[in-house]
Each structure stands twice: as C-alpha cells, then as structure tokens.
C-alpha cells in the first residue's frame, strides 16, 4: 500500500513553534551529577561545579605599571621639570625596605611593588636620568601608571561561579589566584551515528546513487569541540533492526544520542517508529526551517536528538536545539547563544508562522552604527558551502512574513554557534 504524500514543511497546529521546542528540550536534561578535579592545563571547555573564591589579592600590594620613577606628587611641579636624587632601585619581586620619603625618587620597575609613601609613577621615557639623580617632566595628575592592591580581585571574591564554562581567559583568571585544580563536572558522553543506505564514508567508494557522509563529521566536530566524549557508531542502513540495535547500544552508554537522517514520514524513514518502541519521542514536528521534522524524545536514560539529514538542515538544527539541550546537560548556566542586531541589506520573503534561519555575512555599517547583513543567494539546505563562506545565521522571526532592507534583525555569529 502505497503512503500518501506528506509535506515536511507544511504548517499545522501540532507544530512546535521554536521558542517551545527549546524549552522542551531544556526540560527533558539536568546537569550531570558526577564532578573531578582537573589540573588546569585539561580544564578548557569543562564546566565549573563550584564557585571559585579568592584567598588573596591580585595585585596583592601596589605595583607599578611601567619602568620608571615612583615619587610623590606633592614634590613635583606641574609646569616645570624636577629634579629629585635616585635613593631607591626597586626590581619587580623585591619588596622596598623603607618607605619613599619626601623629596625622593625611586628607580622601579614593571610589576614592582610601590614603596610607601610614593602615589605616582612617571615613564622612563620622557625622564633623563643621571647616575644618582632624575629629571622628571612636568606632571599635572597623581596615581598615573600605579596600579593599587586588589584592584582586580579582593580576598573573598567569587570570582568564577559554578556553571561557568573554562576558557582560556577563565583559565589564567584562577590561576591568578593559586587555584591549580578546579572542580569540574563530568564530561558530557554523546553518540553520534548517520542513517541511510547510500551514505558512504569519505576515502571509500561511491558508486552511483552513493553520497559521502559529511553530517557525523560535522556533529562529532561540534560536539568535541564543547567539550564532550564522542563515540562514533558509523553510517547505519535504512533497516529498522540495525537501528534498533545500534540506538539500543548508543543509548546504554550516551547521555545523548544523535542521529542524521531517517526522521521524516517516508517509507525508508524508520528512525521515528525505532524511537518510540524502544522509548519515548517527546515532539518531532517544529515550525522551522531549514529543518524537516526534529525528532526529540529518550531512550532508556539518554535524551535522543534524531537531526534532519540535510547538512545545512542537521547543522542549523544542532546548534539551535541540540546545542543548549547539551550545555544545560554539562551543567552550564546560561545555554542560549545571545544575537547581535543587524540591518536587513535584503529583502525576503517567508512563510508566516515559521521561524527561519538565513546564512549571512556582515558587509559593513549603516548611519545609526549597525552592521549590515546580506544573506547567502541560495537557500539550499543541502549546499553546506553557505555553511563555510558565511559569518552567522539571521534568525527571521514568526511574523511578519516580509523582510524589508533595513529591517532589524538578530544576527548569531558562528563563533557563538559553535565550540
């Protein structure tokens, strides 16, 4: 018996809008529970499981800011030069023996601790300096190049709070203040696996009708460079049994399961039916494009994410779905990517009701500051081109239908999109 036809696109009211299939998804995940301690040189991309709070002070005393002189600016003169003799010579990591008196000069450099009584650094540069006596420029402000204890960080100041990913700036913050190893949560366990008969891995044949994988290659991309534990189940055929078998095993040892393929209402689309006798499919059907139907739903303990086989399709798809889904699982506090405004350079037409996600490039400003975005010429969510030569995607909204040049939209770099 032969299925009638399904428009993957059409819109119905059983269709999540966008905002709601995030919302669910989020729901269906909580961070997970088992943390480690990692020296700090394996700790980028993890997620902190406990605020880092600072014992000391950073700097912990006044230093200087340059090489120069430290003096006191009630000597100086702020129209003439001043001439003040050399009494002190103040290396960086020697802590001055005697506080700067009045009428002094000390000869200090980068990072140096400030002596006592001194309140202003002058540069090396604009001095001339003798063998026991400096003659410093005329100088109108106190404090120049002094940078006062604690101004970065106090003792007893959270500095990093729990659910804050690890970059390398989040690195080198703790390690200003002696933490050597963090308490992380565990690495997020994510299996990956394409569907289809006439998938092919790269570097082996493709016979006619055959096409190479590239979605597994994307996917297990982004998913190790946040951070997480990929295991690799290959390219599956279109027979339920092999999928069944392989989401059963995927699912016993992942946090989450991803798929590629599979997820519409064909005759050769069986990943829906394996979901659901297997577990449970939350929602498949959202008011996106590109994107066929999203498959969401669990199998046994892991949340299972079933992407449309499309490239362009499975990666807009992750990152928008998948991606904060799997943050909020590492335990990350704030898991949506937050946009940039833009200005249409364009105009567009869209289906009302639908939320679409156009790849563009920035082409420069407009009079008001705002960058100016034109989107890729084609739409294809088969041509990942568009993916490598753009910047980011526009989110174009439910409403209206019509977009106009220099209407202002949400522009999501890729850098926010991905890692």
């Known amino acids: 018996m032969t299925r009638p036809a399904v428009d993957a696109f059409a819109l119905s009211a059983d269709m999540l809008p966008a905002d709601d299939a995030v919302a669910r998804l989020l729901d269906l995940v909580t961070p997970v529970a088992e943390t480690e301690r990692v020296p700090l040189m394996d ?109 970065d960080i106090g003792v007893g100041d959270t500095i990093l709070a729990a659910g804050r990913r690890l970059h390398p700036a989040e690195i080198g913050f703790m390690a200003s203040v002696g933490v050597a190893e963090p308490l992380v949560r565990r690495r997020v366990r994510a299996a990956v696996f394409s569907t289809g008969t006439e998938v092919r891995d790269p570097g082996g044949d493709a016979p006619p009708g055959a096409i190479y994988d590239s979605n597994r290659f994307v996917l297990m991309g982004l998913l190790a460079d946040m951070g997480c534990k990929v295991s690799d189940y290959g390219i599956l055929p279109d027979d339920p049994a092999a999928l069944k078998d392989a989401l059963a095993r995927a699912s016993a040892e992942a946090d989450v399961v991803l798929t590629s393929g599979g997820v519409s209402t064909g005759e050769e689309d069986h990943i829906k039916p394996v979901v659901e006798d297997l577990g449970r499919l939350d929602f498949w059907r959202v008011a996106i494009r590109p994107g066929r139907p999203l498959a969401v739903g669990r199998v046994g303990e892991a949340v299972f994410v079933g992407l449309p086989g499309n ?31 833009v200005r249409a350079g364009f105009a567009f037409k869209k289906r009302a009701g639908r939320r679409e996600w156009l790849r563009a490039s920035l082409t420069g400003r407009d009079e008001d500051g705002l960058p100016v975005a034109e989107r890729f010429p084609t739409e294809g969510s088969g041509i990942l081109r568009s993916v490598v030569v753009s910047e980011g995607l526009l989110a174009l909204p439910e409403e209206p239908s019509q977009i106009n040049p220099g209407d202002v939209l949400e522009f999501l770099p890729f850098e926010r999109l991905t890692g």
């Open 43 to 151: 700790a980028r991309g993890r997620v902190l499981a406990e605020d880092i709070v600072s014992d000391r002070n950073v700097p912990p005393h006044d230093n200087s800011a340059v090489d120069g002189y430290a003096v006191r600016f009630a000597d100086l003169s702020t129209e003439d030069e001043t001439r003040l003799p050399i009494t002190m010579r103040i290396p960086a990591g020697i802590v001055p023996d005697r506080p700067l008196s009045a009428g002094e000069a000390a000869r200090i450099f980068t990072g140096a601790p400030v002596p006592e009584g001194a309140d202003t650094i002058i540069p090396q540069e604009p001095c001339r300096a003798g063998d026991d006596t400096v003659v410093l420029p005329p100088v109108r402000k106190a404090g120049q190049n002094l940078r006062r204890k604690a101004e």
């Open 311 to 341: 490239p362009v399709a499975a990666f807009v798809c992750f990152c928008m779905f998948a991606r904060p889904m799997i943050l909020r699982r590492m335990g990350v506090a704030d898991v949506l990517p937050r946009p940039i405004p």
